[in-house]
């Protein structure tokens, strides 16, 4: 299943600067969209979503954009910060049950 | 906070033996989900459940596997004949059904399942 992909598996990020974790999708039917963080032996956590009607969500240091054409959403965290560090999955689901479909991950460090 | 929990936190039987996962969702949830993540892979779909009946399933979930809510808060999933293969995490998840508030699902902490 290779409808998200996050084609960048690791990003190291200065404690303070922004990090930026991209996600490209391939089906067209998605129309929303997740963001979960994941640390070792936990079960992933929700952070932010969007719906495919709007391009921008913000809440707090957390930011999800969406460009519909190119099939393209971007997760923004500023400041980074140290317990950051962890998993980040993109997800996205179609009308229906709304079934996740995960992107591989991106590891995330920020250091200090 | 309400949140999933699942237990046990890890399993380890026997190729061939039967092993079922537990789940409590969030209480006032009404979609139901499993999914898995082998290691060093994607987390993966599984199958969906609502109003007591699957809703859709993965080209994994064969015959082998079988979910149940057998009350009104446990959500359960069956593997009847373990493989080697089967050895993944297994997360549960749940959603409210509530529209326009969104479509979030939440996780349990997964139960680690070791097939030897």
């Known amino acids: 299943d290779q409808q998200v992909k996050q084609n960048s598996p690791s990003l190291s990020v200065q404690e303070g600067r922004i990090s930026i974790l991209n996600c490209d999708y391939t089906?067209?039917?998605?129309?929303?969209f997740l963001w979960y963080k994941k640390y070792p032996a936990e079960g992933p956590t929700f952070l932010i979503s969007i719906s495919s009607i709007k391009d921008k969500n913000e809440d707090g240091r957390f930011t999800v954009f969406l460009n519909k054409s190119a099939k393209h959403l971007s997760l923004h965290i500023v400041p980074s910060q140290p317990g950051d560090s962890a998993v980040y999955f993109c997800?996205?689901?179609?009308?229906?049950?709304?079934?996740?479909?995960f992107g591989a991950g991106t590891t995330v460090t920020v250091r200090a | 906070e309400p949140e999933v929990t699942q237990t046990p936190s890890h399993q380890v039987t026997q190729m061939g033996q039967e092993v079922i996962l537990h789940c409590v969702p969030i209480s006032n949830h009404l979609y139901f989900y499993w999914y898995r993540q082998i290691l060093g892979q994607k987390v993966e779909f599984l199958v969906s459940?609502?109003?007591?009946?699957?809703?859709?399933k993965s080209e994994i979930f064969d015959d082998q596997f079988s979910v149940e809510r057998p009350d009104g808060s446990n959500f359960t999933l069956k593997i009847r004949s373990t493989k080697l293969e089967d050895s993944a995490m297994y997360f549960c998840?749940?959603?409210?059904?509530?529209?326009?508030?969104?479509?979030?699902?939440?996780f349990g902490p997964g139960t680690r399942l070791t097939v030897t």
């Open positions: 998840a749940s959603r409210l059904d509530a529209g326009a508030l969104g479509y979030e699902q939440y």
């Open positions: 459940f609502y109003n007591n009946e699957i809703s859709e």
């Open positions: 997800a996205a689901s179609a009308p229906g049950d709304y079934k996740l479909s």
């Open positions: 089906n067209s039917m998605f129309d929303y």
